[in-house]
């Protein structure tokens, strides 16, 4: 790791090709890569690239799963110090090309099991170019190469990536992270866990996702393997923690409640050292079941804008603060603020919107000044979610502030309600939204899947939350659906769910 006080970032891959060449790097699908053979490849790519016409500053887009060829572009791209825009998998051709012309992206780089959807945003934007990596080698379909002078270190102020956000209203936005905000927010998370070549980090969690980018660009600053997944097995997390040397995962609670309902009874292994749980508050009925079996949770909260992690409970309060998403790391400040008044002199319990401020922090939106200046509001970043600090001055995430429900003049957080919905033997996924209300202004209305083999009914259901929550929380229609909408991560689709109200209305 580096010091913060470095007014440049070093070149990491080409440092540990001269440092640890023969160390274990990567391993995926089968195959295993030291960062000799993953500083090779990466560098083929970035000759190839150049050969293109890719140079610092250009803007390549990568529409690729979770492989082998998708963390060596990473490094490749770096390598030029080119910009990389990781698309999601699950837009649609007219959703990618928007977010491909609004970016303004120089060529689109893709895989084979992608290829059609990338012929189709070719097609329909402008100018725009494309290449297909080889599943097979760390090559471009253009064998050509030409020469780059690989840097010696990173401006740690310039642009790397540029993630777009998923949005609950209108457009998403592109959000903009520099070789600093990566490298602060993976030297944060490393002060509050260490780790390093003796760790294996599991990722499931995809590429095109700042939680997925974030492990990998952690195992190339902490010199850590890292292990990755095609996508999310409860079976195959297992076997990887049990078989393959995994120390350390981070996954969605979602992901966590099907590693347990898989695994049973059996008991993970001491060198299974944490599971790192985000995307959203945990229930704490998972909790308690990871408690009772002795399995190391750290719930963290963060997004897009900070690079990953910004609040993460320490591993010694695991069991004392359950619920918890624990302090900001080191080098973030955090404070809540309601109706643009810091919550400081109100004491514990006061629920507020939470502000952010460190160099993990996002610097702005690419081409939206008016986005940025509003996010970035008195030397603050407003994330627009809901928290309250207990006496200790630990964190707890009550909502998505445009998630809460105002019923009667009281507030109502879905994940609260959510909580006690899946603390329901019969329930295996549970998502609380408002609806519009003419008495009442807005009700709750819970969407379940039960259980294989389980039954029970709305009354049931809604009886069993009247002797767990106060009255105006109880979901007021309890609607039964085989599936409730997720993103690529695991996180619930709350905005989803609305529409699906307004289509029975």
Partial sequence: MNTLQNPQLPNWLAQRNLESPHALALTTGGEDLTWRQLYERATRLARQLTALGIRSGSRVALLLGNSRPFVELVHALMQLEAVMIPLNLRLTPAELGWQIANIQVDLLVYDSPNAEK????????????????ADSGPTLADMSEA????????????????????????????????????????????????????????????????????????????????????????????????????????????????????????????????????????????????????????????????????????????????GSAGKPLPGIELQLEHEGQPLGETGP??????????????????????????????????????????????LYIADRRDDLIISGGENIYPAEVEAVLLSHPAIEEAGVVGRPDPKWGQVPVAFVKLRTGFSTTEAEIQTFCAGRLARYKVPVWVIFSDKLPRNATGKLLRRKLRGGLRTED
């Avoid at 990338?118 to 990596?133: D, R």
Wanted: charge should be negative.
């Fill in 118 to 133: 990338a012929q189709a945003v070719i097609a329909h934007v402008s100018g725009l170019t494309g290449q297909m990596v």
């Fill in 147 to 322: 020469d780059f002078n690989s840097p010696i270190g990173f401006d740690p102020t310039a642009v790397q990536t540029i993630i777009y956000s998923s949005g609950t209203t209108g457009q998403p936005k592109g959000v903009q992270l520099t070789y600093g905000n990566h490298f602060y927010n993976a030297e944060a998370s490393y002060q509050n866990l260490p780790a390093g070549p003796a760790d294996r980090w599991l990722t499931v969690l995809p590429l095109f996702h700042v939680g997925g980018l974030a492990i990998i660009l952690r195992g190339l600053f902490y010199n850590m393997p890292v292990v990755l997944q095609a996508g999310f097995d409860p079976a195959a997390v297992n076997h990887a923690i049990d078989y393959e040397g995994v120390t350390l995962i981070s996954v969605v609670s979602n992901m966590l409640a099907r590693m347990l309902d898989q695994r049973g009874d059996q008991p993970y292994p001491p060198a299974f050292r944490t599971a790192l749980v985000g995307g959203g508050p945990v229930p704490a009925p998972l909790l308690e079941r990871c408690a009772t079996a002795h399995i190391p949770v750290m719930q963290t909260y963060g997004m897009t804008e900070t690079a990953s992690q910004a609040v993460t409970l320490a591993p010694a309060e695991a069991l004392r603060k359950l």
């Fill in 349 to 394: 319990h006061a629920v507020g919107e939470i502000l952010l401020r460190g160099p993990n922090i996002t610097p702005g939106y690419a081409g939206r000044p008016e986005a940025t200046e509003l996010a970035w509001r008195g030397g603050w970043f407003h994330t627009g979610d809901l928290g309250w600090l207990d006496d200790e001055g630990f």
